[in-house]
């Protein structure tokens, strides 16, 4: 089967990306996909997709992976500032040929203060394509791209329960060390001391301050888009604020009495977390989730705290 990779193209790819992902799309709608990989794109987020057997000159040709690149163009009208892309098809029809996606992965660079890597937070192959070279073909795509953009690795966070890191293990992906836990601590009612409303939390805390809490994905660029660059049809509730030399988002799905904090700070102190805890308090929650890695645990032996029995795999393949 010939798969050739291409970038997205936010005007004719989006039922496609939708239909690759089955009963896992979690956008529900069109406008939402759209918007979504717009803000994505615009933030910095390299998207792919790939074709097989789609119709050019009477040669039959399929869709089956993407990933795009560009930056303030114009389309129908729109401003857009797609900044990576990649992609592949089949039977659908664009400009005359036909072509349907059946591929889809969202990658983004985390230019972190001691490591430079690409991540994959998303990667979809369409149920009837699986197996067939597509999601290989995706990632060697990915893989290229880290090359030329300077970074030593790439990582991501496989479904266990899928199955899938049988998948990355044979794409060259190796298990880190690297494991988390969620800490749920009750709020405080204490007065907030230092901590400061601000509009959101500045990128440059990405690339200047590690990312201490909040690894639900283990790349800080990708958590700081999900609280600090979200869609329109994103309802998230996101607080930001700057404590000190450290920055937090506090965000989750009203109504709740339990929201989830991202942190970046050059150390997670005691009096850092209380701070956090009294901000928590003061926005009506009751509860705060701290997703840390294990080797900062230690951070919080002077709380209380309930722990998540889940813990997630995390996996990295050399750029060579």
């Avoid at 919080?300 to 795999?313: G, I, K, L, R, W």
């Amino acid at each position: 089967m010939d798969i050739s990779i291409r970038n997205i193209n936010l005007d004719t790819d989006i039922q496609g990306i939708r239909e690759a992902h089955g009963d896992d799309d979690h956008w529900g709608s069109d406008e939402a996909c759209y918007s979504s990989s717009k803000t994505s794109l615009e933030n910095g987020f390299f998207i792919q997709v790939a074709t097989i057997d789609g119709k050019v000159g009477g040669r039959d040709e399929k869709n089956v992976g993407l990933a795009e690149a560009t930056i303030d163009g114009k389309i129908a009208g729109r401003d857009k500032k797609i900044v990576g892309h990649a992609e592949a098809t089949i039977d659908g029809k664009i400009g005359g040929y036909d072509e349907k996606i059946v591929g889809h992965a969202e990658w983004v660079i985390s230019n972190e203060p001691c490591q430079r890597f690409l991540y994959l937070g998303m990667l979809q192959v369409h149920t009837e394509y699986q197996k067939r070279g597509v999601g290989s073909k995706l990632i060697d795509s990915g893989a290229a791209y880290a090359k030329e953009n300077g970074c030593t690795f790439l990582r991501t966070m496989p479904n266990i329960e899928s199955g899938s890191m049988i998948f990355y293990h044979k794409n060259g992906f190796i298990e880190t060390k690297d494991r988390n836990s969620t800490l749920t601590l009750e709020t405080m009612s204490a007065s907030v001391e230092s901590a400061v409303r601000i509009d959101k939390v500045p990128f440059f805390a990405v690339n200047k301050l590690p990312f201490m809490v909040g690894l639900y994905q283990h790349a800080s660029a990708h958590i700081w888009k999900v609280f600090n660059a979200r869609h329109e049809y994103d309802r998230r509730t996101v607080y930001s604020y700057s404590i000190g030399e450290s920055y937090i988002n506090i965000g989750a799905f009203e109504p709740t009495e339990r929201a989830s904090v991202a942190c970046w700070s050059k150390a997670l102190t005691h009096e850092l977390i209380k701070e956090i805890l009294a901000v928590g308090g003061s926005l009506g929650y009751k509860y705060l989730n701290f997703c840390i890695l294990d080797e900062n645990l230690t951070c919080f032996n002077s709380f209380d705290y309930n722990t998540s029995p889940e813990h997630d795999v995390f996996m990295e393949r050399l750029i060579i």
